[in-house]
């Protein structure tokens, strides 16, 4: 899809020549301002402009992380903050999935039961609704079958603890919830396994789509503070760089190799635009000291990822 109504928003007259909009400081605040410019574009679009409304870099991650749950997950309405619910004590692997999802009665007509504890939420006090990762039981051979069950986090035996002295972008919440017999209708298990189909595929659409949500919070400090308009030209190429990754199969390894590259690519940028940063005031700076640790996180699970891309594609498996 072209980027065309991408471009006049950020490349307006108007944005490109403007007076700092005002700081939005809560979620909630962004929240409302994300919904008005954002409702009816696309994940990608959404992204960016979450990234655009920010001057840290908490709200561009909620902007991404909430375009990668739609990207993924196409049911999701735009209105709903959403949360996905998988790692717990032994992390996100399925083997160490323990939550359970249990048929009321034979065949599961009468809905299923949920049950379990989850770590590390994302937004879990902001979420308005659930994806959890739930087992379905071992086949004969011993494999966790997992399910995603999407579910309100206002339900009944639903209970969410926020975690504290998180040390970065404290503005969104952390947290972990405990799930002990939820019910859930048959109609609210997404189709498909749920490791295959979410869970595996979810890491590589969430680097993509909070690189995209950073990119437009960079986009927004450099027109506040008017940085060089070669760094706008950069960002621009960035943008359609990321865009077209997007757009391709989140599970081929052309896309993990692709990424790598964008992803050495925003370091490379990340670097470049260290000394500009003392251009801007000492809080919005000092925010991104703060969480500038943010963009490498999960860097060894990319690595490995990117090892079995490069071993697929010397194996001759393509795609």
């Known amino acids: 899809m072209p980027l065309n ?7 307006s007259p108007e944005r490109l020549s403007k007076t700092l909009e005002p700081q939005v400081t809560t979620f909630a605040s962004w929240w409302v301002k994300y919904q008005e410019l954002s409702r009816d574009w696309n994940p990608f679009e959404r992204a960016v402009i979450g990234g655009s409304l920010s001057d840290r870099i908490a709200f561009a991650f909620a902007g991404g992380y909430q ?40 065949g599961g007509k009468g809905g299923y039961l949920l049950s379990g504890h989850k770590k590390w939420i994302t937004l879990a006090s902001e979420a308005t609704t659930l994806l959890v990762a739930a087992s379905t039981g071992r086949t004969p051979d011993g494999l966790n079958q997992i399910r995603l069950v999407h579910i309100p ?23 972990e919830v405990y799930f002990e017999g939820v019910k859930v209708p048959s109609d609210a298990i997404l189709p498909g396994d749920g490791y295959i189909q979410y869970i595996r595929p979810f890491r590589t659409i969430e680097d993509i789509f909070l690189s995209t949500g950073f990119l437009g919070f960079f986009f927004r400090i450099a027109t506040d503070y008017q940085w060089p308009q070669d760094i706008l030209e950069e960002l621009t190429c960035l943008i359609a760089s990321l865009h ?24 490379g940028f ?12 000492g809080e919005v700076r000092e925010r991104w000291n703060r969480d500038r640790s943010l963009l490498q996180v999960a860097e060894k699970l990319r690595n490995v990822r990117l090892n079995t891309a490069w071993k697929k594609i010397h194996e001759g498996h393509v795609g």
């Not at 991408?6 to 490349?11: E, G, K, T």
């Not at 969410?160 to 969104?172: A, G, L, T």
């Not at 077209?244 to 964008?262: P, V």
């Open 270 to 281: 990340v670097q470049k635009i260290d000394p500009l940063w003392e251009k801007v005031p």
């Open 244 to 267: 077209a990754i997007a757009a391709e199969d989140s599970n081929a390894s052309e896309t993990h190799i692709a990424l790598s590259g964008f992803l050495t690519q925003e370091r």
């Open 153 to 175: 986090s206002g339900a009944t035996g639903v209970s969410i603890n926020p975690m504290k002295n998180v040390p970065f972008v404290p503005e969104i919440s952390h947290g």
């Open 67 to 106: 375009a990668a749950l739609r990207h993924m997950v196409q049911s999701l309405g735009n209105d709903q903050v959403a949360s996905m619910a998988i790692t717990e004590e032994g992390g996100g692997h399925p083997r160490a999935i323990c939550a359970t999802l249990t048929p009321v009665d034979k």
């Open 5 to 11: 109504r991408l471009w006049n928003y950020l490349l």
